[in-house]
């Protein structure tokens, strides 16, 4: 099935309650929350004590896109502080398999998000153990950068090595009607857009993306 999660990323920070009530009335399926340390990416967003204060908002699934070094040191902070579902890049973890299994442990969704030019080898191995692959279709760190095309070939190989497993293959990064479409039928099931929807008018926006045949 196919699923909206808006990247909070793009939205009007002076007003997120009103943001993600607004996302909530539109049926989204889950709040895409990006996490920056300025190290890992060279930007800067947010951390556990906000994303509690915004997890009084809403019941919407909270999907924490961790784009930090070492992950594991905030990971349980970030499951107490509301997360439902966490991403970890495999570039910025020594040791995958551990750090995957910390956010097991901690009874959540676990996700692992490759960076454009990473391949996906890595996950041959941790396949078993997760619930979600997140292919980078931009170089992580903003919103409102170009789709990088060649990852629609990246995404058709993943959807083969997932196989039948039940595992969600999200892309993040340049998604429009256009780029979602591709993306799609390359085998994605969940798309994270950030300008595209906060830009303009959201609902028509979101309307667009759900209404995508393939
Ligand atoms: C970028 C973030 C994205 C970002 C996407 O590093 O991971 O979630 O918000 O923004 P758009 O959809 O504008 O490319
Ligand atoms: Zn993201």
């Known amino acids: 099935m196919l699923k909206i999660a808006p990247s909070l990323l793009s939205a009007d920070f002076a007003n ?7 996302l909530h009335s539109l049926k989204v399926d889950m709040i895409h929350l990006d996490m920056m340390d300025g190290n890992f990416v060279p930007n800067i967003t947010f951390g556990p004590d906000q994303i509690k204060d915004l997890r009084k908002t809403t019941d919407l699934f909270f999907d924490v896109h961790m784009m930090i070094q070492n992950p594991d040191q905030f990971i349980p902070k970030i499951v107490q502080a509301g997360a439902n579902g966490i991403t970890i890049h495999q570039e910025a973890t ?3 398999h551990r750090s995957i299994q910390l956010v097991k442990d901690q009874g ?3 996700g ?6 990473t391949s996906i080898d890595s996950l041959k191995y941790v396949l078993d153990d997760i619930d979600m692959i997140l292919l980078m279709t931009v170089n992580p760190g903003f919103g409102g ?4 095309k060649v990852i629609v070939e990246k995404i058709k190989e993943t959807k083969k090595m997932i196989g039948n497993r039940s595992i969600d293959l999200q892309v993040d990064g340049g998604i ?7 993306c799609i039928q390359a085998g994605a099931n969940i798309l994270v857009a ?3 929807i906060f830009n303009g008018e ?6 667009k993306l759900k209404e995508i045949q393939f």
């Open 176 to 182: 429009n009607e256009i780029t979602a479409k591709e």
């Open 145 to 148: 950068q170009k789709f990088i």
């Open 112 to 117: 692992v998000a490759l960076n454009p030019a």
């Open 94 to 96: 020594t040791h995958l």
């Open 202 to 207: 959201k609902e028509k926006n979101i309307r």
């Open 16 to 22: 997120l309650e009103r943001e993600i009530k607004q």
């Open 194 to 196: 950030g300008s595209y």
């Open 108 to 110: 959540v969704k676990v």
